[in-house]
């Protein structure tokens, strides 16, 4: 890339806040947040008073180490996008590619160095790790393994190791149900990026039916969280039914716009179809909230779909 295409990657840089929004992926920005509160409070049953700063933290940490993750992949994909996406913020020129490179490195040290303070501030090495090894996984596949066949793993990788983050702060080691936590989303989020990933033109039916069967497959490795889980809420204990229903609901309900695409591949329904799913996120964590915490935390993880939809009506999160 030489000459203007450096600087704008299209016809002229600048504009309102909107291609920011777009350019963050807004609506996006918010399950990232989920990913922390089901975390966090997953490894906090008896949250106290002194916890809530930890969380902001690592709430804020997230969301900079993603939004800084996703500017850098357009910033890296701008020549691709002026082909298959010109609507995109940097192909079309309302940003630069100059200030969009900015920003991204700038939110991703940002957020590291969020991870590192409380590693400080709790006396604990973890937060620092975990964040270290996320920034380093989001640029190893915005830059390197994007386009390979190891892209969508790696996109899996980053949410477990977000999940992760927010169990940094966790008293004692992690036992089995927090890596089943982490494989899980990963698995799912696994599968929605390889559905995701012809999303611009038409896609392959084989590979969607594929890749279906993996985000599938992810809902349905949270089966034994309730059992794995040393004290889950009385309503587990007493109706563990409930938990196979609600994870029955949400796998039905992403199947069938994952069936909608599969039988009619276009564009159209693909993107519709992975917008759900990456919405979904949200119910899953808070999900995951509702094993230790019961409704009223899992209620407010889910309210967190209330801005998300919102921003959607800015900026596309796919």
Wanted: net charge positive; with cysteine.
């Amino acid at each position: 890339m030489t000459g203007p295409e450096r600087q704008t990657c299209g016809v002229a840089p600048g504009g309102p806040l909107r291609p920011w929004l777009e350019l963050v992926r807004a609506p996006n920005l918010l399950t990232a947040l989920a990913d922390i509160a089901a975390g966090f409070l997953f490894t906090h049953p008896a949250l106290a008073r002194q916890d809530l700063p930890w969380f902001v933290l690592l709430a804020a940490a997230s969301v900079l180490l993603y939004a800084g993750g996703v500017v850098l992949n357009d910033v890296f994909d701008c020549r691709t996008d002026r082909r298959e996406r010109p609507q995109r913020p940097l192909p079309s020129g309302r940003i630069s590619i100059r200030a969009a490179a900015r920003l991204g490195w700038g939110l991703l040290a940002a957020g590291l160095a969020l991870g590192w303070a409380v590693a400080g501030g709790t006396a604990a090495l973890r937060p620092a790790l975990v964040a270290t090894g996320l920034a380093a996984m989001i640029v190893a596949y915005d830059r390197l393994i994007k386009r390979t066949p190891l892209g969508p793993l790696a996109m899996g990788a980053c949410r477990s190791l977000n999940l992760l983050l927010g169990m940094s702060t966790a008293a004692g080691p992690w036992g089995a149900e927090h890596g089943l936590i982490a494989v899980a989303i990963g698995v799912y989020v696994t599968g929605v990026t390889w559905f995701a990933r012809s999303e611009a033109a038409s896609s392959r039916q084989g590979q969607l039916m594929l890749a279906a069967v993996v985000v599938l497959a992810g809902i349905a490795l949270l089966e034994p969280l309730p059992r794995w889980t040393a004290d889950p809420v009385a309503l587990l204990r007493a109706e563990p039914i409930r938990w196979i229903l609600l994870l029955a609901t949400v796998a039905g309900l992403v199947g069938i716009r994952l069936c909608r695409a599969i039988v009619d591949p276009s564009p159209r329904f693909v993107q519709a179809a992975v917008r759900h799913c990456i919405f979904s996120l949200i119910v899953l964590d808070a999900a995951i909230a509702f094993v230790t915490q019961g409704l009223l935390p899992a209620a407010l993880v889910i309210l967190l779909l209330v801005p998300a939809t919102f921003l959607a009506r800015y900026a596309a999160s796919t």
